[in-house]
C-alpha cells in the first residue's frame, strides 16, 4: 500500500552510519524517516570485520576517530548494549624497514592529534607476544583501540533510533529522488512518496548513483572485502592485528574463533550481490599462517563478503553537497567505516540542525572532487 510521507530530514541507505544519522537526530527530536532497499546492516555494516581503531588511518580522519572512541566506550549508555566492544588494542605489523619507518612517522604525526602508540622493535614484539611469528621487522601498538561485534551493532542502532522515534522503512528500494518546492521528493518502490526538507545519502555502494539522481557526480568504486572465521580454538590473540602495508587482519573473540580478513571478493552491485573468492581465501589463510604460525591448523568454518564503497582517495566523503543545498552525503568509506559511524551520524545532525559542527571534516568533503578528475589506484 503506498503511502505519501512528510518529515524534516529523509536518510536514504540502512547501514551503520545511517542508523547512527537516524539515531542522533531522534534524540534531538527531530522527525526523520530512514529507507533501506533491504534491511538494515545487510551489507557492510554487518559483515565487517569489526576493527575499532584509530592506528593507521588517514590523518584527516583522526578527530573523528577520537570523537568515535569515546562514543564506542559508552554504547551501552548510547543503544543499550556494548556490542561486545573489547578495547584489546591494535597491534600493527611490519614485514621490514620500510613498513617500520612508516609506522614510526605515522606515530610521530599522530601523536600531536593525541593518539599514542608504542613502537616494538622485533625482540619486543616475540617477548610480548611469543605466538606471532619470526621474520618481523617490529610493530606499533595503540592500546586504547580495539574490536566489536558487527552483527550487533547497526541491529543496535537501528532500534535504538526507533525507540527515540525515527521511523525506519526496510525493504523499500529507493526509485527516484528529485527537488521539490520543499526540499525533496524521494519515491520508493511501490508508489510510497516522502517530502523531506533535507536528504541525508548513506547509501554505501549506491552513494554515487543516489548523488547522481540529484546532479551531482562524484566517484565510486565498489569493492568487496573478503572474510571468513575459524573454528574456535584457545584464546591467546588478545589484540586486534593487522600489517603496516597491504595484507591481511585478524582477531580473535573469547569465544575463540578467529575472524580474518585480507583482499577481495566478488560483487555485483545490479544484482546487490557478492561472494568471497577462494583464490583469496587462500591467500589469506597463508599470511595469517606465516604472521601467525599456531593458526596453521586451524580450520575455516565460514567465508563471506560484504559489498562496499570505495573513494579514489581511500577517504569517506562526509558533508554537505558542494552542488546541491540540504543534501548531505557519508558514503565510501572503503572498508574502514565501521568504528567512525557513530561520530559520522551524530556530526551529521549537528550540520543539518546547528549548521556547524565542533568535530572537523576537513579534507572529507565532497567538494575535493569538483576540481579534479578522481582516478582509482
Same mark, same amino acid.
Given at each position: 500500500?503506498?503511502?505519501?510521507?512528510?518529515?524534516?530530514?529523509?536518510?536514504?541507505? %540502512?547501514?551503520?552510519?545511517?542508523?547512527?544519522?537516524?539515531? !542522533?537526530?531522534?534524540?534531538?527530536?527531530?522527525?526523520?524517516?530512514?529507507?533501506?532497499?533491504?534491511?538494515?546492516?545487510?551489507?557492510?555494516?554487518?559483515?565487517?570485520?569489526?576493527?575499532?581503531?584509530?592506528?593507521?588511518?588517514?590523518?584527516?580522519?583522526?578527530? @573523528? !576517530?577520537?570523537?568515535?572512541?569515546?562514543?564506542?566506550?559508552?554504547?551501552?549508555?548510547?543503544?543499550?548494549?556494548?556490542?561486545?566492544?573489547?578495547?584489546?588494542?591494535? @597491534?600493527? #605489523?611490519?614485514?621490514?624497514?620500510?613498513?617500520?619507518?612508516?609506522?614510526?612517522?605515522?606515530?610521530?604525526?599522530?601523536?600531536?592529534?593525541?593518539?599514542?602508540?608504542?613502537?616494538?622493535?622485533?625482540? !619486543?614484539?616475540? !617477548?610480548?607476544?611469543?605466538?606471532? %611469528?619470526?621474520?618481523?621487522?617490529?610493530?606499533? =601498538?595503540?592500546?586504547?583501540?580495539?574490536?566489536? +561485534?558487527?552483527?550487533?551493532?547497526?541491529?543496535? =542502532?537501528?532500534?535504538?533510533?526507533?525507540?527515540?522515534?525515527?521511523?525506519?522503512?526496510?525493504?523499500?528500494?529507493?526509485?527516484?529522488?528529485?527537488?521539490?518546492?520543499? %526540499?525533496?521528493?524521494?519515491?520508493?518502490?511501490?508508489?510510497?512518496?516522502?517530502?523531506?526538507?533535507?536528504?541525508?545519502?548513506?547509501?554505501?555502494?549506491?552513494?554515487?548513483?543516489?548523488?547522481?539522481?540529484?546532479?551531482?557526480?562524484?566517484?565510486?568504486?565498489?569493492?568487496?572485502? +573478503?572474510?571468513?572465521?575459524?573454528?574456535?580454538?584457545?584464546?591467546?590473540?588478545?589484540?586486534? @592485528?593487522?600489517?603496516?602495508?597491504?595484507?591481511?587482519?585478524?582477531?580473535?573473540?573469547?569465544?575463540?574463533?578467529?575472524?580474518?580478513?585480507?583482499?577481495?571478493?566478488?560483487?555485483?552491485?545490479?544484482?546487490?550481490?557478492?561472494?568471497?573468492?577462494?583464490?583469496?581465501?587462500?591467500?589469506?589463510?597463508?599470511?595469517?599462517?606465516?604472521?601467525?604460525?599456531?593458526?596453521?591448523?586451524?580450520?575455516?568454518?565460514?567465508?563471506?563478503?560484504?559489498?562496499?564503497?570505495?573513494?579514489?582517495?581511500?577517504?569517506?566523503?562526509?558533508?554537505?553537497?558542494?552542488?546541491?543545498?540540504?543534501?548531505?552525503?557519508? =558514503?565510501?568509506?572503503?572498508?574502514?567505516?565501521?568504528?567512525?559511524?557513530?561520530?559520522?551520524?551524530?556530526?551529521?545532525?549537528? #550540520?543539518?540542525?546547528? %549548521?556547524?559542527?565542533?568535530?572537523?571534516?576537513?579534507?572529507?568533503?565532497?567538494?575535493?572532487?569538483?576540481?579534479?578528475?578522481?582516478?582509482?589506484?
Amino acid at each position: 500500500m503506498s503511502e505519501r510521507l512528510a518529515t524534516e530530514v529523509c536518510i536514504v541507505g %540502512g547501514g551503520l552510519v545511517g542508523c547512527a544519522t537516524a539515531l !542522533a537526530l531522534a534524540r534531538r527530536r527531530t522527525p526523520c524517516v530512514l529507507v533501506e532497499r533491504e534491511r538494515c546492516g545487510t551489507h557492510a555494516s554487518g559483515v565487517n570485520y569489526g576493527g575499532v581503531r584509530r592506528q593507521g588511518r588517514a590523518l584527516e580522519e583522526l578527530p @573523528l !576517530a577520537a570523537r568515535a572512541r569515546r562514543m564506542w566506550g559508552r554504547l551501552a549508555v548510547l543503544v543499550g548494549h556494548d556490542s561486545e566492544f573489547r578495547p584489546t588494542g591494535h @597491534l600493527r #605489523l611490519a614485514r621490514d624497514a620500510a613498513e617500520l619507518a612508516a609506522l614510526e612517522q605515522w606515530a610521530a604525526e599522530a601523536a600531536r592529534l593525541d593518539v599514542r602508540c608504542e613502537i616494538l622493535g622485533p625482540h !619486543a614484539l616475540a !617477548a610480548r607476544w611469543p605466538w606471532l %611469528g619470526s621474520g618481523l621487522a617490529g610493530g606499533s =601498538f595503540c592500546a586504547d583501540d580495539g574490536q566489536a +561485534n558487527p552483527r550487533l551493532t547497526t541491529l543496535l =542502532f537501528a532500534r535504538a533510533a526507533r525507540e527515540q522515534g525515527a521511523r525506519i522503512l526496510e525493504q523499500k528500494p529507493v526509485t527516484a529522488v528529485e527537488r521539490s518546492r520543499r %526540499g525533496f521528493r524521494v519515491v520508493i518502490q511501490g508508489g510510497s512518496e516522502i517530502q523531506t526538507r533535507v536528504l541525508v545519502n548513506t547509501a554505501g555502494a549506491w552513494g554515487p548513483a543516489i548523488a547522481a539522481l540529484l546532479g551531482e557526480e562524484l566517484p565510486g568504486e565498489v569493492i568487496a572485502p +573478503n572474510m571468513l572465521v575459524s573454528e574456535p580454538l584457545p584464546y591467546r590473540i588478545e589484540p586486534n @592485528l593487522g600489517m603496516a602495508g597491504p595484507g591481511i587482519y585478524l582477531r580473535q573473540v573469547p569465544t575463540g574463533s578467529v575472524i580474518f580478513g585480507g583482499g577481495r571478493g566478488a560483487a555485483d552491485l545490479a544484482k546487490a550481490r557478492c561472494r568471497p573468492l577462494f583464490s583469496t581465501t587462500l591467500a589469506t589463510l597463508a599470511e595469517a599462517r606465516r604472521i601467525v604460525p599456531g593458526l596453521a591448523s586451524a580450520t575455516i568454518i565460514r567465508s563471506w563478503a560484504g559489498i562496499e564503497g570505495r573513494m579514489p582517495d581511500d577517504r569517506p566523503v562526509i558533508g554537505p553537497s558542494a552542488r546541491v543545498p540540504g543534501l548531505f552525503h557519508a =558514503f565510501g568509506f572503503s572498508g574502514h567505516g565501521f568504528m567512525l559511524a557513530p561520530a559520522v551520524g551524530a556530526v551529521l545532525a549537528e #550540520l543539518i540542525l546547528d %549548521g556547524h559542527s565542533s568535530t572537523s571534516l576537513a579534507g572529507l568533503g565532497p567538494a575535493r572532487f569538483a576540481q579534479r578528475p578522481a582516478a582509482f589506484a
